[in-house]
Antibody
Framework: VQLVESGGGLVQPGRSLRLSCSAS????????MHWVRQAPGKGLEWVSG????????GYADSVKGRFIISRDNDNGALYLQMDSLRAGDTALYYC???????????WGQGTMVTVSS | EIVLTQSPATLSLSPGERATLSCRAS??????LAWYQQKPGQAPRLLIY???NRATGIPARFSGSGSETDFTLTISSLEPEDFAIYYC????????FGQGTRLEIK
């Protein structure tokens, strides 16, 4: 299993960024996928998740209305559209596969998002 | 929203000792709880799922127990590579994580 995130970078407050995750080594459209973030020196925060069939999507209260999760099952890709970015969104964003028993069994190495003027 | 509270925040022990980490949920989650280990500069790694099942490749010294609101991760005899931060996570609806327990060398 490989999960490779991309799209992070330095962005000004109020601007947008789109994260991507390329998945391989498993049947992508069999599994729910998530984004989890970790601010520098802080703990893990679940950001958003999407079911295998895209019928169910969830968001943390801190990003609801600003972030949109999506996936492309044909190409094994997960996305996170992040709008109206704030300083508090600064973090390492992990792409995560949900396995059996609802646990997060594989994690990417993360892509860093820095929101600063 | 379910809140997970981990204790202690920091645990200082020596190699060979037994570690007991606690995770308490604000409401019952059945056995829908997982534990993760994170070392500096690395992504988290799944240790335990469904409260008590070891993930693939996890040594037998790691064990999980509990249900509903009270859960425990036990490391029977600490190895040098076990000193890390440990997180619990529930998945009753959308996931939440505990704030973590830092296991440090005494």
């Amino acid at each position: 299993v490989q999960l490779v995130e991309s799209g992070g970078g330095l962005v000004q407050p109020g601007r947008s960024l789109r994260l991507s995750c390329s998945a391989s080594g498993f049947t992508f459209d069999d599994y729910a996928m998530h984004w989890v973030r970790q601010a520098p020196g802080k703990g893990l925060e679940w950001v958003s998740g999407i079911s295998w069939d895209t019928n169910s999507r969830g968001y943390a209260d801190s990003v609801k209305g600003r972030f949109i999760i999506s996936r492309d099952n044909d190409n094994g890709a997960l996305y996170l559209q992040m709008d109206s970015l704030r300083a508090g969104d600064t973090a390492l964003y992990y792409c995560v596969k949900e396995g059996l028993w609802n646990a997060f069994d594989f994690w990417g190495q993360g892509t860093m998002v820095t929101v600063s003027s | 929203e379910i809140v997970l509270t981990q204790s202690p925040a920091t645990l200082s022990l020596s190699p060979g000792e037994r570690a007991t980490l606690s995770c308490r949920a604000s409401q019952g989650v059945g056995t829908d709880l997982a534990w993760y280990q994170q070392k500096p500069g690395q992504a988290p790694r799944l240790l335990i799922y469904d409260a008590s099942n070891r993930a693939t490749g996890i040594p037998a010294r790691f064990s999980g127990s509990g249900s509903e609101t009270d859960f425990t991760l036990t490391i029977s005899s600490l190895e040098p590579e076990d000193f890390a931060i440990y997180y619990c996570q529930e998945r009753k609806r959308w996931p939440t994580f505990g704030q973590g327990t830092r296991l440090e060398i005494k």
